[in-house]
Structures are given as C-alpha cells and as structure tokens.
C-alpha cells in the first residue's frame, strides 16, 4: 500500500505536519515494500485559497492509496476522495511514528472534511 504523509521535512525522521495544504513536503511511503519518497509540495504554499485542493491533485497523482493528515478541508477531501484515496488523522511525531502508527490501525480514517481545515473559506 502507497502512503502519503503530510511532513515538515524530506525524510523518515521529519516531523509529521498535521496541515495537509500547507504541509512542505509528502513523505510517500509503501508500506508492503519499504520503498520511502519524497515529494516537494512548497509550490503550492502561498495559494491563500486552494491550497488544499492543489496539494490534493499533487497526492492523487502519486497514486497513493491513504493520506496521513489533520486539518483537511472540504474541497481537499473531495477531491481525494474523487480519487479513492483513505485518510487518516491522529498521527503524532515523525513521519515514521506516523507510518507505524498508521500499520498498527491506531489512526482514525477520516469520514468527513475537517471544518478547521477550510477556515478561510468560511471567513471570505
């Protein structure tokens, strides 16, 4: 399985973020082979809106199987599950505190967006 995880950092030992749209990098883990990247999402940093929407497409076309992440907004969680991505909040620590957190089952899968997540949309 392909994991995505919202990170502060390039590595296993970055702390984990729990801003998905903001979040500096996506640690992509697959967790069937060990296989860790990765991916630069600075790009989509000073969107002021959308943000969360263009770090969504950027997940999804990792193909990645599960998002791990807090705070993720209405048009974020659409699109991801658009693409049948699952995701999972409650991850604390590093990246790898995350993904075995994540193999474990102590994450909780998410079942709607996270009204935190889309503040700005609900003050403009």
Do not use: C
Not at 41 to 50: C, P, S, V, W
Not at 58 to 82: C, K, P, Q
């Amino acid at each position: 399985m392909k994991v995505a995880v919202s990170s502060q950092g390039p590595d296993l030992e970055s702390p984990f973020d729990p801003r998905f749209g903001k979040a500096m990098f996506f640690a992509v883990v697959n967790t069937d082979t060990g296989q860790f990247d990765a991916r630069d999402n600075r790009e989509h940093l000073d969107a002021m809106l959308g943000a969360g929407i263009q770090s969504a497409r950027h997940v999804a076309a990792m193909g990645v199987d599960s998002v791990i992440s807090d705070n993720i907004g209405h048009r974020a969680f659409t699109a991801l599950e658009r693409n049948d991505v699952k995701m999972y909040v409650g991850a604390r620590g590093s990246v790898g505190n995350a993904v075995e957190q994540f193999d474990s089952g102590q994450l909780k899968p998410l079942s709607n967006s996270d009204p935190l997540g889309s503040w700005l949309e609900v003050t403009i």
